[in-house]
């Protein structure tokens, strides 16, 4: 029997154009039906007669914008020009903070084609380029400009190798330079000009076998190439392939070279060396522009399974190196007089890392405003403010938690929609729905996390906190243990520590929940709820004295804090949890933290 063969995808070689509004968002909220009814207008009279002109056609509105294909690349850029000069004149006359202004992206790809709507990866990379140009100006890809050279008499400017959210290999893009009645501040997506180099851009140089022993050389570069396949998986990341990494093997060349002849920001470095039956990995982070060590640290296991230890070596090297990317990025960010998106948002992360305080959190929250203010479309940002809006409304540190979680569903379902596949968001949402007591969802959406991301230490730890709301406090310290095994100095290793100890005075385990806490502030200080398990901890044992020095000190960091907080936090667990929180309600009372 002969089965139906099924429908044949139609694909086709398309120009596709991207567009959208700059400021949308906020044009809307300043004024809801005089910004739609301006952008009918223009639509209407500006773009859609320019488009169908020039043999291409509207695929679909996307609310603040639209997509087109055109059978070529000359007349879908000979269209964005002439649309964007006319829109200019139709606004010429309103107020600046008034004015609607598009972005547009050009490629070339293989689309496949659907009635109303088109698909494919050079739909994707339209998108982004969209989203790197600045407000009236266009943005292509060098498929694009590949085939519109000699045929335009206008100028473009090289953005150089650009890496794209979402996108797997870095785009060569194009600005194109309007007249002088158009904008003249070129893009700058990857740093201060468009000639920088990519942010987070590495290249993992070959290790070095120290041991003498030639049979060590396929572990040394097994090292290199899971650190390197690691590393490609950080968002935001751009990391030299191994194949060309390994032409520098064996080579004493300056690093600095070695950055301009990749065009790479940083550079990763190291050996391994067997002693007897330890493996010592040292590693060093070196900025490929001056020369200088950033970062270095040294691995030592002992000798058991090459292959087991080879992964939990790359887990702890990416792991740590991601935080330290981030603290250099933030440094860069600090230093450009005209920061983007992406520069506050890794400025938003710095300061998430120094501590999980209120000012510290705001802080981190204004940049991620910021970031989103400047790329709505930022999903790194949107996922991280989500992250820091549930951290405001479930550490004790608001008495309006339910607004901050409220905010943090909203962004994180935002980003979830927008990037299926972002590990952190996955977290994120777990988070939520632990917290909901919504355990199976919760624990569901951990596993995803750490199916996209195998380094996200963070997903074990909330998998340990479902267990301690479901009142096994008991179990929680495994999963802890699991995530300081693939990551024992991470920057949220305090809160970890903290996630042990009051899992440790639910079961009334009080000394070993002091030792948490006390390793915690060990670990970083700023962190009031750690000072105050502390000190419910110390109650409990009977050490008044030491316990409200504890409670003292958790009060300089969060003035604001009180034992009704705890009482009336939004999480809801079963009645072993319950008790426990009673338990440490009771150490604060004793601790001498005031009730209200």
Request: aromatic share 8%; proline share 4%; charged share 25%.
């Amino acid at each position: 029997m002969v089965q139906d063969r099924p429908d044949r995808i139609e694909r086709r070689l398309s120009a596709i154009l991207a567009a959208d509004v700059s400021g949308y968002s906020r044009l809307m909220h300043q004024e809801e039906e005089a910004t739609h009814a301006k952008l009918m207008t223009l639509l209407a009279q500006g773009v859609r007669p320019v488009i169908a002109e020039h043999g291409g056609r509207v695929v679909k509105n996307t609310g603040d914008g639209f997509l087109a294909e055109f059978p070529s690349a000359v007349e879908a850029v000979r269209a964005a020009i002439q649309f964007q000069a006319r829109v200019r004149e139709l606004t010429n006359g309103d107020p600046e903070d008034k004015r609607i202004a598009f972005r547009v992206g050009v490629n070339i790809g293989d689309i496949i084609v659907e009635p109303h709507d088109i698909f494919g990866d050079g739909v994707n990379i339209a998108a982004r380029l969209e989203s790197v140009a600045e407000p009236g100006g266009i943005c292509i890809s060098s498929a694009a400009y590949d085939q519109i050279q000699g045929k335009l008499d206008d100028r473009f400017t090289d953005l150089g190798e650009l890496i794209l959210k979402n996108i797997g290999r870095a785009v060569r893009a194009y600005a194109v330079v309007l007249d002088e009645s158009g904008p003249v501040k070129l893009p700058q997506p990857a740093g201060s000009s468009p000639s920088s180099t990519p942010r987070r851009s590495l290249v993992v140089l070959p290790f070095a076998n120290l041991s003498r022993d030639p049979e060590q050389d396929y572990f040394v570069d097994g090292v290199t190439g899971s650190l390197t396949t690691d590393l490609s998986r950080i968002n935001g990341s751009f990391v030299i392939g191994q194949h060309t990494a390994f032409t520098y093997k064996g080579k004493l060349m300056d690093v600095r070279q070695i950055g301009r002849e990749l065009n790479v920001r940083y550079a990763l470095e190291g050996s391994v060396q067997r002693c007897e039956n330890r493996l010592r990995v040292n590693v060093q982070l070196i900025d490929a522009k001056t020369g200088n060590h950033l970062w270095a640290d040294r691995f030592d296991k002992p000798i058991a399974d090459l292959l087991d230890m080879q992964d939990e070596i790359v887990a702890r090297i990416a792991r740590t190196l991601d935080a330290q990317l981030i603290a250099a990025e933030a440094r860069h960010a600090t230093r450009m007089l005209n920061p983007d998106s992406m520069d506050f948002y890794f400025q938003g992360r710095h300061s998430v890392s120094k501590g999980l305080t209120p000012e510290y959190l705001k802080g981190a929250r204004d940049s991620f405003e910021s970031a989103l203010a400047i790329d709505p479309k930022n999903v790194d940002a949107m996922s991280w403010m989500a992250s820091v809006e549930a951290a405001l409304g479930l550490l004790f540190l608001t008495d309006h938690p339910h607004e901050h979680l409220k905010a943090s569903e909203t962004m994180v379902l935002k980003a979830l929609r927008l990037a299926p596949d972002h590990a952190w968001a996955h977290f994120t949402l777990a988070m939520l729905l632990i917290c909901a007591n919504r355990m199976v969802q919760g624990v569901a959406e951990c596993q995803r996390a750490l199916a996209l991301d195998r380094n996200l230490a963070d997903a074990h730890v909330m998998m340990g906190i479902a267990k301690y709301y479901q009142g096994r406090g008991a179990d929680t310290e495994s999963h802890v243990n699991e995530a300081l095994r693939l990551s024992p100095r991470d920057i949220f290793a305090f809160h970890w520590m903290s996630t042990a100890g009051f899992a440790k005075l639910q079961i009334e385990a009080d000394s070993e929940a002091a030792a948490w806490f006390a390793r915690g502030i060990e670990a970083n200080g700023n962190f009031p709820n750690l000072h105050f398990g502390y000190a419910a901890a110390l109650a409990l044992l009977g050490r008044l004295d030491d316990a409200q020095v504890a409670a003292k000190t958790g009060l300089a960091l969060d003035p604001t804090f009180t034992i009704r907080r705890v009482k009336d936090a939004p999480v809801r667990g079963e009645a072993g949890f319950v008790a426990g929180a009673k338990r440490f309600v009771k150490g604060l009372y004793l601790a001498g933290v005031p009730e209200r």
